[in-house]
């Protein structure tokens, strides 16, 4: 049957497709405010932290869970700045990327440089970088959960919830990546799980609150 929205006559695959579209652009949406809230209270955090280094040895060992696998990151080297990448999968990707292009990526989203400072850095203009950049983005294929995963989710299914936040799993990963650097200035790309929390919780709240609307 047709389903009318708005004064607009629509197919059920019409609208299902709608609803998939307006479920993942609110998840994000929720994503992102979550990501800015948590960045400006690090920023505002940072005024009374204390570094690793200053810190005691006895009250840093209390703290870290310290990894004794050294083998388990990736080492990239970006114009003489090591970086180390924890995560397997995001990893692989950046070694499938032309080396410029990994460069470019690294740069931009782990070291926090702009685009003209990566410009300036490679021997390159502003809009190569940009452009590099964005056509990594592009390159990603775009897929959204099925209709039925969310209706399922949304109506309370347990299992359809953590399948969901499972779709998402990668997506939520990315927007939790910071660098850290160590006391002898490596720097590490890891998943802050503080944030990654922060946004589960989140999420569970957004799908219990998402209306399908069929009128």
């Given at each position: 049957?047709?389903?009318?929205?708005?004064?607009?006559?629509?197919?059920?695959?019409?609208f299902?497709?709608?609803?998939?579209?307006?479920?993942?652009?609110?998840?994000?949406k929720?994503?992102k405010?979550?990501?800015?809230?948590?960045?400006?209270?690090?920023?505002?955090?940072?005024?009374?932290?204390?570094?690793f280094?200053?810190?005691?040895?006895?009250?840093?060992?209390?703290?870290?869970?310290w990894?004794?696998?050294?083998?388990?990151?990736?080492?990239?080297?970006?114009?003489?700045?090591?970086?180390?990448?924890?995560?397997e999968?995001?990893?692989?990707?950046?070694?499938?990327?032309?080396?410029?292009?990994?460069?470019?990526?690294?740069m931009?989203?782990?070291?926090?440089?702009?685009?003209?400072?990566?410009?300036?850095?490679?021997?390159?203009?502003?809009?190569?970088?940009?452009?590099?950049?964005?056509?990594?983005?592009?390159?990603?294929?775009?897929?959204?959960?099925s209709?039925f995963?969310?209706?399922?989710?949304?109506?309370?299914?347990?299992?359809?919830?953590?399948?969901?936040?499972?779709?998402?799993?990668?997506?939520?990963?990315?927007?939790?990546?910071?660098?850290?650097?160590?006391?002898?200035?490596?720097?590490?790309?890891?998943?802050?799980?503080?944030?990654?929390?922060?946004?589960?919780?989140?999420?569970?709240?957004?799908?219990?609150?998402?209306?399908?609307?069929?009128?």
């Amino acid at each position: 049957h047709f389903i009318a929205k708005g004064g607009v006559i629509l197919k059920p695959s019409d609208f299902q497709k709608t609803i998939q579209c307006q479920f993942d652009c609110k998840l994000k949406k929720v994503v992102k405010g979550i990501v800015r809230n948590y960045r400006k209270e690090l920023a505002r955090r940072q005024a009374k932290e204390v570094s690793f280094c200053e810190l005691p040895e006895i009250v840093v060992e209390k703290l870290i869970v310290w990894d004794d696998y050294e083998s388990e990151y990736t080492t990239f080297d970006v114009c003489g700045t090591e970086i180390r990448v924890l995560d397997e999968e995001l990893a692989e990707a950046l070694k499938q990327l032309p080396e410029q292009s990994r460069n470019i990526v690294l740069m931009f989203f782990f070291l926090d440089m702009s685009d003209s400072e990566i410009g300036e850095k490679l021997n390159i203009n502003r809009s190569t970088s940009y452009r590099h950049r964005r056509k990594q983005m592009k390159n990603k294929q775009h897929t959204l959960p099925s209709f039925f995963l969310i209706s399922s989710a949304v109506d309370g299914n347990e299992n359809a919830i953590e399948k969901l936040l499972l779709f998402y799993e990668a997506y939520i990963s990315k927007c939790c990546l910071r660098p850290f650097y160590d006391e002898y200035g490596n720097v590490y790309i890891v998943v802050d799980m503080e944030l990654k929390g922060r946004i589960r919780e989140a999420l569970l709240k957004m799908i219990c609150e998402f209306e399908i609307d069929e009128h």
